[in-house]
């Protein structure tokens, strides 16, 4: 009897191949970096997105008088 290793199969979140689930596999569930940065740019860019917050900019000035 021989026990074949059927490592589980996944699939990347980015480009939808299928990657191997296993310990080798340093940018799971990623096939690659490359796809890993990508998913995290495109993260990224979506808060980037979101309007709203703007800086304190005046806190800053204030702090910069008080030092003077
Ligand atoms: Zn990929």
Redesign the pocket.
């Known amino acids: 009897m021989s026990s074949t290793e059927n490592p589980r199969m996944i699939r ?6 299928p ?1 191997p689930w296993t310990t080798e596999q340093l940018f799971k569930p ?3 970096e ?2 890993k940065l990508i998913d995290l740019g495109e993260w990224v860019m979506e808060e980037k997105r979101i309007p709203g917050e703007s800086l304190p900019l005046e806190d800053e000035n204030q702090e910069d008088s008080f030092f003077q």
């Open positions: 990347c979140p980015t480009c939808r191949k990657v990623f096939c690659s490359r796809c």
